[in-house]
């Protein structure tokens, strides 16, 4: 069964460093998710992303955050400069269209800043 | 922010018998709603939905009802079988897209 993976699963990094965070999605999915959780937190929704651009982003997705689908297959969350409370698991996920509510989740990244 | 919330954080259930989730939220132009699942270690995964224009949804063991003047959904899975023993995320959103609000979860664990 096809699935949406994410690498690596774990990543340490210091704070003020720039983290990029990896996806690869179901492959015949058009649209794109990234969502996080914050530890003893709700999942919350990041960004949207369709035909190469961004289709609908959340406040805590600001100027700090990019996201790209630098080939036909990766999805990538860029954070350019991480703080403390960017700590969190990272999930992407994807769907078929954007008529089609339920999305297929990969199994996170978990991002500690230091 | 408290627009979806289960109050629940825990549900023991016996195998067998019924699990209810219960999901209340407060924005009434929510008008679609989700039921994930999450197994430790992995992402959630999608089991149900529901569009406000129902009351109710059903998909084999999995019944979702949505009574909107209660602004009030729950979760039905019965019979409850061991490997149900997950976190429970109700979502909801209005409009179209992913940008669904998430509740924080009820554990429900499934005793055999």
């Known amino acids: 069964e096809p699935e949406v993976t994410q690498t690596p699963s774990h990543q340490v990094t210091q704070m003020g460093q720039e983290v990029i965070l990896r996806c690869v999605p179901i492959?015949?999915?058009?649209?794109f998710y990234w969502y996080r959780q914050i530890l003893g937190q709700k999942v919350e929704f990041l960004v949207s992303f369709y035909n190469n651009e961004i289709s609908e982003k959340s406040e805590i997705f600001d100027d700090q955050f990019s996201v790209e689908r630098p080939d036909g297959s990766n999805f990538t969350l860029k954070i350019r400069s991480t703080k403390l409370e960017d700590s969190a698991m990272y999930f992407c996920?994807?769907?078929?269209?954007?008529?089609?509510?339920?999305?297929?989740f990969g199994q996170g990244t978990r991002l500690t800043v230091v | 922010d408290q627009q979806v919330k289960q109050n629940s954080p825990s549900l023991s259930v016996q195998e067998g018998r019924i699990s209810i989730l219960n999901c209340d939220y407060t924005?009434?132009?929510?008008?679609?709603f989700l039921w994930y699942k999450k197994y430790p270690a992995e992402g959630p995964t999608f089991l149900i939905s529901?569009?406000?224009?129902?009351d109710k949804n059903e998909d084999g063991r999995f019944t979702v009802f949505l009574n909107k003047s209660a602004k009030h959904l729950s979760l039905h899975i019965v019979p409850s079988q061991p490997g149900d023993s997950a976190v429970y995320f109700c979502a909801a959103r209005f409009g179209y897209g992913q940008n669904f609000v998430f509740g924080p979860g009820t554990r429900l664990s499934v005793l055999p």
């Open positions: 996920a994807s769907n078929r269209g954007q008529g089609i509510t339920e999305a297929f």
């Open positions: 924005n009434s132009m929510f008008d679609y």
């Open positions: 529901i569009s406000s224009i129902k």
């Open positions: 492959s015949n999915h058009l649209y």
